[in-house]
């Protein structure tokens, strides 16, 4: 695909590493003995509360931010500047230059990443007419709507031909037919082989799109892993029930952790080692039922179990 | 280096290609033109106007002699009105010519003393400060030469030695340099000294509060992440520096050059010619160098501060201490051109953040020594490259900083991490 291809490990194998990246600020620890290890070509989650050290963690990444310990490597090398260029990176906090044509944005973007500049302007072109914004290349950044100033910048952070995306909050502020095309974009990238970190702290997103995920809480990784093995280590099930009158479930259910009424349904998390069957008599009884139906963990339970199981061993 | 330079370009087009620029560059002479022209007009302004001036004499002999000084300076615009005629007394005349003053009929109102020969007395009367300009600039020569005739011909002199002896002497200077001599209009070397020197200070404060603003332009729209997703922060902080710079120095460049054709071709404003003499190779070379060396040296502290402020209001308490660096110098310019080799003029104008002004003072008034100017540019390039060093720090520290506002502490503190 390009000239620094031949450092690439091969499509599943360990692209970024990193091992025991810390980065406190002051007396606050945003980052606590950070390890990851993400495959070449998938979608990996970057999950956790507002102010887990997403941000944080990603910085380090990017070398914008230097740790204070541990190392990152990229394609099995330490990660300097010049690497920087085969990452695109789209930060939570967006950027453009109000006054810039949007074409000359691109292009700027681009050469900044090192494109040479007559292929930074064509690719600018291709990149516009693929979002179909080519009718606004010529206009001022400030004359957009926000949703097409986002659709710029994530035109911005594809335009070099990166080996490796970071996404930070990619779909904030999108209407749901902008947030399935760029969904669409993001996974047709990753079929040419492009890595991409998903981060978000909108965990039923990331569940739609991820291939692998860790979730992150007070600056430390508490699950790691593919989607598949999460749920493998959180035998968690969970239950949607309803009633016809409104009715809530009962106070004293056994072996339920969470409850949550979720359009108009009640969502129970069970405890492991509990059984849907065994609660239905009870939920029965309490009134007529309208829904009764036994579901896979959402990773927000997941989440909210994980947070608990942390803090048990913090405690204990 | 790629990168520099594509940052270089964009702050470079984005600047000259704006409608500031252009606008600042064409009004810039203009403006500059005005700021010398003015005070010309001003003191020209009024000249014409009639000024009536009430003129009591109980001694009745000094109004003729008065009268014909005052045609002789080529005042006759200043006319004495006699106040009170027939058989009133000084006193009554003088109360007539103080109502008509208050009532503003009269300019101001003047009373010779009956024996003004020997006293030299004359009473002032008016309205306004103002007025006192007419007082000190046309009445008093105009009576001093009177009285002085008075005394001649009372002693029985000619008028013709009286002449001779109020001529004054006639100087001509001729300035020395090692290229050989050349006639010397000092008004004219004074007044092109202060305008480059107000050219240099203007250019100075006005570029690097664009660099100020630049950066901190970037951490508003919060540009600042993505480029450094690209670039390093020193980088972009010497690409920035660099191309407002360039912007700078083409404006410069346009303004140096109109001015070097417009003066070939001999152009007199208000009867002051520019005289490109005066822009001798050594005044022109250290006109560029200065203007270049305090550029940088500005630019690199208003970037290092900007990194670390989020609004423009956040950098003004350090904006005004900085300018200070230039506005302390052009107070001091006096003292200099009084005693431009003295040990306190060189001490000063050695001094890094000063010697833009005043050193360039120097080298336009006097002829310092060849070490003193090369001295004062290594102490701005070496403080150019700590400057920038600290300015990288305080990017890589400051640049992703939002949230309170810094002081002085907050900066050092960064610099010294």
């Known amino acids: ?316 | 280096m790629n990168k520099i330079y594509t940052v270089i370009r964009k702050e470079y087009l984005e600047r000259v290609r704006s409608k500031s620029f252009v606008i600042a560059t064409l009004l810039g002479p203009a403006i500059m033109s005005l700021f010398i022209l003015m005070p010309m007009l001003l003191s020209d302004a009024g000249k014409d106007d009639e000024r009536l001036v009430g003129f009591v004499d109980p001694s009745g002999q000094w109004l003729t002699p008065l009268t014909e000084a005052l045609a002789e300076q080529d005042q006759g615009n200043v006319q004495l009105v006699v106040v009170g005629e027939g058989n009133s007394g000084p006193e009554e005349r003088i109360e007539e010519m103080k109502t008509k003053i208050l009532a503003g009929e009269l300019h101001s109102g003047m009373m010779v003393d009956p024996d003004f020969m020997e006293s030299r007395q004359i009473t002032f009367y008016n309205q306004s400060v103002s007025t006192l300009v007419v007082r000190d600039e046309v009445l008093r020569p105009a009576m001093n030469q009177v009285l002085r005739q008075a005394h001649f011909r009372a002693e029985s002199l000619s008028d013709s030695l009286f002449a001779r002896i109020l001529t004054p002497t006639s100087w001509s200077s001729i300035l020395l340099s090692d290229d050989g001599e050349q006639e010397q209009d000092d008004a004219v070397s004074m007044g092109m000294a202060f305008v480059l020197i107000m050219i240099i200070y203007i250019m100075v404060i006005m570029y690097g509060n664009h660099t100020l603003t630049a950066v901190i332009e970037e951490k508003s729209t919060r540009m600042v992440e993505v480029l450094l997703a690209s670039i390093s922060p020193e980088d972009l902080m010497v690409g920035k520096i660099l191309g407002i710079g360039l912007a700078g120095l083409t404006q410069f460049g346009i303004w140096t050059g109109a001015f070097y054709v417009l003066s070939q071709r001999g152009i007199e404003i208000g009867g002051m010619s520019l005289d490109v003499t005066f822009l001798t190779p050594v005044i022109l070379i250290s006109f560029i160098g200065f203007f270049i060396l305090g550029f940088f040296l500005y630019a690199t502290m208003y970037a290092g501060i900007g990194a670390m402020c989020n609004t423009v209001q956040d950098s003004q308490q350090f904006h005004t201490t900085l300018a200070m660096g230039l506005v302390i110098p052009m107070m001091l310019l006096t003292l200099i051109i009084r005693a431009p080799d003295s040990t306190l003029a060189v001490v000063l104008s050695l001094v890094p953040l000063f010697s833009p002004i005043l050193m360039f003072m120097r080298v336009s008034v006097s002829n310092p020594p060849l070490w003193q100017v090369g001295l004062s540019w290594v102490l701005m390039a070496a403080s150019i490259w700590f400057s920038a060093r600290a300015a990288g720090k305080l990017f890589r520290v400051g640049i992703l900083m939002h949230g309170a506002a810094p002081t002085w502490a907050s900066l050092i503190r960064a610099i010294k991490a």
Request: charged content about 25%.
């Open chain 1, 1 to 316: 695909m390009n000239a620094t291809a031949s450092w690439l490990p091969e499509i599943g194998q360990p692209l970024l590493t990193l091992n025991s990246v810390t980065k406190s600020y002051g007396s606050k620890i945003a980052a606590s003995n950070v390890n990851l290890t993400i495959p070449r070509g998938c979608i990996y989650g970057f999950l956790g509360p507002n102010g887990a050290g997403k941000t944080t963690t990603i910085r380090a990444i990017m070398n914008i931010i230097l740790p204070d310990s541990g190392e990152i490597l990229l394609g099995g090398k330490p990660l300097d500047g010049t690497m920087r260029d085969r990452i695109g990176y789209l930060p939570e906090e967006r950027g453009l230059y109000r006054k810039m044509k949007c074409r000359d944005q691109l292009g700027y973007l681009a050469e900044l990443k090192g494109v040479p500049r007559g292929e930074a302007l064509e690719r600018a072109d291709q990149w516009l007419e693929r979002m179909g914004l080519s009718e606004y290349r010529l206009q001022k950044i400030d004359t957009l709507s926000k949703g097409m100033q986002q659709k710029i910048q994530f035109a911005a952070t594809f335009i070099s031909k990166p080996d490796l995306v970071i996404l930070d909050e990619v779909f904030t502020g999108l209407d749901p037919l902008n947030i399935e095309l760029l969904r669409e974009m993001i996974l047709e990238e990753k079929d040419r082989g492009v890595t991409i970190i998903f981060s978000t702290h909108m965990l039923a997103e990331a569940e739609k799109i991820c291939d692998s995920i860790c979730l992150i809480e007070g600056g430390e990784i508490i699950i790691d892993g593919s989607l598949a093995s999460v749920r493998e280590d959180f035998p968690l099930k969970s239950v949607r029930v309803a009633w016809n009158d409104g009715t809530q479930p009962p106070d004293d259910l056994p072996g339920v952790l969470h409850r949550k009424l979720e359009d108009g349904s009640w969502r129970l998390t069970l405890a492991e080692g509990h059984d849907p069957k065994g609660l239905l008599p009870i939920l029965s009884d309490a009134g007529s039922l309208t829904l009764f139906s036994a579901n896979r963990p959402s990773l927000n339970e997941i989440f909210l179990e994980a947070v608990a199981r942390s803090r048990g061993k913090v405690q204990s």
